[in-house]
């Protein structure tokens, strides 16, 4: 039992082009070919640079991230079918996911202004400092969880960072944070003895993963009287772009109403006077 429960699977550029070649054999179109291609590529991008292997639960979790990442149900489930395919070919059927992700979009849980702040304020009473940077990192950017290891010194010092965008990351988006916020990532690190690198780490050094953050923020749930569902990433993320939203048109209807205001007194100075003609 200890054995199977051990077991790993490469994953390499050559095992993928071999069992590419095997749908091929069995009559696959090329068009299915280089969905599964991409697909499988997507997997192999989200696994360590330095251990392509999939595990009883890298799938479980591949899929979680992509759900993180924004990707539909529909999108979701045929990246897994790829993925199951492949483990079927190197004979590991007992890793793959079976069931599939209702492709229904179901409603998203809100946070609200007042429950981030909420969530601000009891990560201060509790003294939880790393999780309390974390609400404002996720609630004052863009920034997708899977991108924290990006959020460097260097980067804080820069109050910005570039992140790939699209399945071979080729477009980029410059992600910004406030400079408050920067300031205070950098007085952390620097209480941390962190001088380069990542920020986020744990006691023991290691990088926080998706899980390690989540369970940081949902630690506070409590405390600050929100719903747990709601102390994630994802809806700090949420929240941010939503505000961002409201901003935008806020200050799109300043900027009209100040274009009205202007047409308006000039309106007093040039406007055409029926009683002269």
């Not at 069992?19 to 991008?45: A, F, H, M, P, W």
């Not at 939880?128 to 940077?133: G, T, V």
């Not at 007085?187 to 780490?201: E, H, K, T, W």
Request: proline share 4%; hydrophobic share 35%.
């Amino acid at each position: 039992m200890l054995a199977q429960e051990e077991k790993e699977i490469p994953l390499t550029q050559d095992s993928i082009d071999d069992y590419l070649e095997y749908l091929r054999s069995i009559g696959r179109v090329q068009g299915t070919l280089d969905s599964y291609r991409r697909k499988i590529k997507r997997l192999y991008q989200a696994l360590p640079e330095n251990r392509k292997m999939i595990r009883r639960d890298t799938l479980p979790q591949w899929r979680e991230k992509l759900a993180e990442d924004g990707y539909p149900a529909a999108a979701i489930n045929q990246c897994i079918i790829a993925a199951n395919g492949y483990l079927e070919y190197m004979g590991a059927r007992e890793f793959q996911v079976v069931d599939k992700l209702n492709s229904e979009p179901a409603p998203q849980p809100e946070l609200t202004r007042s429950e981030y702040l909420r969530l601000l304020s009891a990560a201060r009473l509790l003294g939880r400092e790393q999780a309390y940077l974390l609400v404002k990192v996720f609630g004052n950017s863009n920034l997708p969880v899977q991108d924290l290891s990006r959020l460097t010194v260097e980067a804080a010092r820069a109050g910005m960072l570039s992140v790939g965008r699209g399945d071979r990351k080729s477009s980029k988006e410059i992600i910004r944070f406030p400079s408050r916020v920067c300031q205070e990532l950098l007085d952390y690190a620097q209480r941390c003895g962190v001088l380069s690198g990542p920020i986020f780490r744990t006691r023991t050094g290691k990088l926080l993963d998706r899980t390690n953050v989540t369970v940081s923020i949902r630690r506070l749930c409590g405390a600050a009287q929100v719903p747990e569902e709601k102390g994630s990433p994802r809806c700090l993320r949420k929240m941010y772009q939503s505000t961002y939203k409201d901003i935008e048109r806020n200050i799109a209807l300043l900027t009209e109403q100040a274009m009205e205001r202007m047409l308006e007194e000039e309106q007093l100075t040039v406007g055409w006077d029926k009683r002269l003609h």
